[in-house]
């Protein structure tokens, strides 16, 4: 069972608190993901699961064991877990067979049982063909696959992997995306990954948790996260959004700039920010929800990104082409949104970074 509970858990290191009050708990072979800008806490926390950091209170479980609370700390070589950093850290004079065997070598497995583990998670990472060279004869991808191997090959509960495909060129990292997916289903691992990269988090996790200066902002699957964002941040860290200053009352959202408004029954009233996702808003030819007039248009292939004046505020557009096509820059247009957020305007000075 690699159940994780999470309880009340709070950091900080001298008297600055980089985590607090983190309550969560991780199903058995769930994918969850840490997700939060640079210094939000989550290597941190994942330090705190894999016992390399002690919590400054609450407590930590891994299946029944309670690993991590004020009477108890299980140390790290205990907790029968795996892990991967953004850096290899493979060991650059071991061939890859001999850095995959290392920790079954420390467990003082015979040698017949090492090899037969060794060349059985090196399928698995498609590495058999290249167990007798060493990482330097190995591209990026191929090196962060064999500490994967490393990481794996002790048969874990639990696997950590902290950034483990930042170092990696933009296609490696699309491709060993869905590797690591493929090998957590495979394996039915329960796997605990941080990132700050949200495509990341999207594509590969059963749930994302954000986290922003230390405190979780939202857990959810990643559609949830998506279309139904907690709050301001998690609209704005997660994907592309359009924010507009509005009054919400009377059943409406009234656009402070331009007076364009939509029919709003939500619970949030008062001085507010609209959040519509470019994607969200479509050109139709009549009866749409905002005049506007299109100040520019980039073709992209398979969408078109556009700039749309509505009188006061400018909005982002990704369009289809087909929906698309028979406009240009300085053409009137009319616009449906099919989706929009309404949140309590935090007074974010900085509403418009999507246009740029
Ligand atoms: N050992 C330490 N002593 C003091 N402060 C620390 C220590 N480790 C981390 N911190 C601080 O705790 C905060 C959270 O750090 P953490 O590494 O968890 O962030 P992160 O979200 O993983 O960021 P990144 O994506 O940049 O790695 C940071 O402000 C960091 O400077």
Known sequence: M??????????AFDDVVVLNDFNAVFEDGEFITLLGPSG?????????IAGFEKPTKGEIYIGETEVSSSKTFVPPEKRDIGMVFQSYAVWPHMTVFDNVAYPLKMKKMDRASIKED???VLEIVHLSQYSERVPSQLSGGQQQRVALARALVAKPQLLLLDEPLSNLDAKL???MRFEIKEIQKKLKITVVYVTHDQMEAMTMSDRVIVINHGDIQQIGAPPEIYRYPANQFVADFVGKINFIRAKSENGQVTFKDSKQSLDYSGPVTGDVVVGIRPENLRFISRNGDFLGTIVSKF???????????????????IA????????????KIQL?????????????????????
Not at 2 to 11: E, F, G, H, P, Y
Not at 40 to 47: A, I, P, S
Not at 320 to 331: A, I, L, Q, R, W
């Open 40 to 48: 939000c806490g989550k290597t941190t926390m994942l330090r705190m």
């Open 336 to 356: 449906r949104v099919d989706e929009f957020s309404v949140f309590p305007d935090s007074g974010d000075k900085d509403l418009t970074k999507i246009l740029t």
């Open 2 to 11: 690699s159940r994780i509970v999470i309880k009340d858990v709070k950091k």
């Open 118 to 120: 060794v060349e059985s």
């Open 320 to 331: 289809e082409p087909k929906s698309f096509d028979t406009y240009n820059e300085g053409d």
């Open 173 to 175: 990292r699309d491709s």
């Open 299 to 317: 073709y992209l292939g398979d969408v078109n990104d556009c700039r749309v004046d509505i009188g006061g505020e400018q909005l982002r557009v």
